[in-house]
DNA sequence: AGGGTGATGACTGTCGACAACCGTCACCAT
DNA sequence: ATGGTGACGGTTGTCGACAGTCATCACCCT
C-alpha cells in the first residue's frame, strides 16, 4: 500500500503518470531494495491496468531503479558498495566534461550565477527536498555544458544516483550535500581554472562514493 | 515490409525477440530516419500482439533510436550534426575513463591483449559487419575497466551510436574504422603511458565526430 | 520416515477489443 | 470562391481476460 492512487488532473498519460508515481514511490523509500513488485497489486493500487504499470516497470526498469528476479519478477534495485563507487566515477567522468564545456563556453560567467542561485536551494527543506536539490544542482550542470548527450547520459544514472542516496543515512548525509561542497566546483568554473575545476568535482564525487558506499556496505 | 516475422526457436520472449528484431531493423537502415513506426502495421509485421510492439518501441525510445512526433506517434530519430558532436564528446570522456582505469589496473597487459585480439575482426566483413566490430571494441574498452556503471552509461548511448555511424556513408566509413585508428589507443594502454592515452581516445573521438557530422549534414 | 509426485496458487507473457483523439477531406451554405 | 462543418479513417491509450510457468506444499507410496 505505499503507492497512492493517481488522482491528479494533469493532462498527461496514465502511463506517465504511473511511472512518476512509482519512481516517486521507489526513490521516495516507500519500498525498500529486494521488495518484489507485482504487477497485479501495483496496478489496483494505482488504479489503472496490468498493461499501463507494466510499461511504467520496464521503464524503470531501463533506469535502474527495477531489476529483474526470478522468472521476470522485478525487484527495487540496490546498488551493492562496489557499484556505488562505480557510479560515482562515472559521475565524475560526465561532470568532468560538463564543468569542461562550461569553462571553455564564453557564458562561462552567466553559468557561474545561475548555479549559485540554485545552491541556495541546497539548506532548506527536509531530506528530501535537500537530495531534490542536491539532484538539481548536478542536472544543472549538466545542462549549462550545452551538451544534450552529455544530459542523456546523466539522466540515464539519474535513477541509479536518487536510490543510493535516498538509501544512505538521512543524518550524514546532509553535510554531505551542504552548500560547502558544491561552492568550490562554481568557484573554480568562475575563476576559469580547468584542471582545479576538474580535481574538485573529482574530489567531490570521491568523497560522496566513500560516504554512500560506506552507509551501503552497513545494510 | 522492412522488418522480418519473428520465426527463431530461441526460448526468450516475444517481447524480446521484437525488440532485437526492430533494434536490427532500424540500424540497419532498413527504416530510415523521420519514418513513421506504426505500431499496428510493425505488429503484424513481427507476428505479436500491439501491446507486445508497444513494450518493445518504449524500449527504444529510452535507448534514443525512436523519438516521439505528434500524437505520440514513433518516428525514427536522427541526430543533428551538433548531436553528433556532442555525442562523441561524451563518449571520449566515457572511454576516457575506461582507459584510466584500465592503466590503473594490475591487469593492465591481459587487457591490452584482449583488446588487439578483438582488433582482427575490424578488418573483414561488409560494412554491418565492422560497424559492429568496431562497437564491439569500444564496449570491450568499458567492460574491461571493470565498472559496471560505465558499461551501463555507454550503453545508454549505443543506439543513438549506431544509428549515427549506420546512417554514414559507407565508402568514407571504412577508414574511420581501420584498425590503425584503434592501434594507438592500445599502444598507449600498454605503455602505461595515461596522458597519451587519454588524448588518443579525445583525438580518435574527435575526428569520428567530424567525419559523421559532415555526412550528417550532408542528408 | 523419506522421497517422489500431483494439485494449487500466484505470478508474468500475450492477446484482442473498445474508446478517445486528431488530421483530412468532402460537402454545404453564404 | 470561400469559410465553416460534419463524417471518416487511422493511430494510439487503455483495459480485461486467457494461457503458460514456476515455486510451494500437502499427500501418497514404498
Request: one cysteine or more; charged letters at 25%; hydrophobic letters at 45%.
Amino acid at each position: 500500500m505505499t503507492v497512492e492512487p493517481l488522482s491528479s488532473l494533469d493532462r498527461s498519460t496514465l502511463r506517465e503518470r504511473s511511472l512518476a508515481a512509482l519512481r516517486s514511490a521507489i526513490t521516495s523509500g516507500g519500498y525498500r531494495p529486494g521488495d518484489h513488485l507485482g504487477e497485479v497489486e501495483l496496478a489496483s493500487h494505482l488504479g489503472v491496468s496490468r498493461g499501463t504499470v507494466r510499461e511504467a516497470l520496464r521503464h524503470l526498469q531501463q533506469e535502474g531503479l527495477v531489476t529483474a528476479g526470478n522468472r521476470g519478477m522485478l525487484r527495487v534495485n540496490r546498488l551493492s558498495a562496489t557499484e556505488v563507487r562505480e557510479l560515482f566515477k562515472v559521475r565524475a567522468a560526465l561532470e568532468g566534461l560538463a564543468v569542461t564545456e562550461i569553462i571553455n563556453s564564453p557564458r562561462r560567467q552567466e553559468a557561474a550565477d545561475t548555479l549559485r542561485h540554485a545552491l541556495q536551494d541546497l539548506g532548506s527543506g527536509d531530506f528530501a527536498d535537500r537530495v531534490e536539490a542536491d539532484l538539481g544542482f548536478h542536472l544543472l550542470l549538466c545542462r549549462l555544458a550545452g551538451n544534450s548527450m552529455l544530459v542523456e547520459a546523466w539522466r540515464a544514472l539519474e535513477g541509479r544516483i536518487r536510490v543510493t542516496i535516498m538509501n544512505g543515512d538521512a543524518e550524514g548525509s546532509p553535510v554531505m550535500m551542504a552548500g560547502d561542497r558544491h561552492a568550490p566546483i562554481i568557484d573554480a568554473i568562475e575563476s576559469g581554472e580547468l584542471a582545479t575545476a576538474l580535481s574538485v568535482v573529482e574530489e567531490h564525487m570521491a568523497a560522496a562514493a566513500d560516504h554512500f558506499a560506506a552507509a551501503d556496505d552497513a545494510v
